[in-house]
């Protein structure tokens, strides 16, 4: 039985009041806190570095889930698990020795993920498949919130599923952009599990509501 988890992503939270709002998801039945890290050269945006995680990781004892959207990670892998985190997933697209840099998130005590991009094929995940510990496609153009979820990216979803089924069954596939209400059990099925979720949490009236809205169209897939 696949265990589906809900990581509410801080990019459209209320950083202001950052530890309510994460409060408020982890009430509503968050599994994991996923932070978007932008470094605006690897994608057209700036956002969060370390002193945001080490915030987060003061206010939750959920599992910090940080997404490298930066240039030469290696050199701030260090800084992010001191600041806390307990996964960190580096692009395919911005890492030249993808291998050491999986290696390396390991060996500070992390889980590691690899990201493809929308246009990115699964083929360049052949050699690390048995190394990480999570898959994260994107389902939008990294870079902002609120986007469309781009429908090609269901057939990646499965075709990736069949592939870890045969090499790595442990490894897990998390889904990141566009994601609401209205699809999240529709990726599910295709063999997702976890799944990032931030506009469609923090805009709504009552995050904690709405975290829990998730949660139990992921718990009626599990029974
Ligand atoms: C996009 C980020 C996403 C983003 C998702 O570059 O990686 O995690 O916060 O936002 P929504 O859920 O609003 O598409
Ligand atoms: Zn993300």
Request: charged share 25%.
């Amino acid at each position: 039985m696949r265990r589906y988890e809900l990581a509410p992503s801080i990019l459209s939270a209320n950083f202001a009041k950052l530890g309510d709002s994460i409060a408020a998801v982890e009430r509503g039945g968050a599994d994991l806190i996923h932070i978007d890290v932008m470094d605006g050269h690897f994608v057209p945006n700036i956002t969060i570095g370390p002193l945001i995680v080490r915030a987060a990781r003061a206010s939750t004892a959920l599992p910090l889930d940080v997404h490298l959207m930066i240039e030469n990670p290696d050199r701030f892998l260090e800084d992010f698990v001191k600041a806390g985190s307990d996964m960190i997933s580096v692009h395919v697209e911005a890492s030249t020795h993808l291998d050491r840099t999986v290696q390396r998130i390991q060996e500070l005590g992390n889980k590691a993920g690899v990201v493809l991009n929308p246009a990115t094929p699964l083929g360049l995940l052949d050699e690390i498949i048995p190394a990480v510990d999570y898959i994260l496609l994107m389902s939008v153009n990294p870079g902002f919130a609120a986007q469309k979820f781009i429908e090609t990216v269901k057939t990646k979803i499965s075709r990736l599923r069949a592939l870890l089924d045969r090499v790595n069954p442990e490894c897990r596939i998390e889904v990141d952009g566009g994601i609401g209400l209205h699809n999240v059990e529709e990726i599910a099925r295709l063999g997702a599990e976890m799944f990032v979720a931030g506009s469609a949490v923090f805009n709504t009236e009552d995050p904690e509501v709405t975290s829990r809205l998730f949660k139990a169209k992921l718990a009626n897939l599990e029974t």
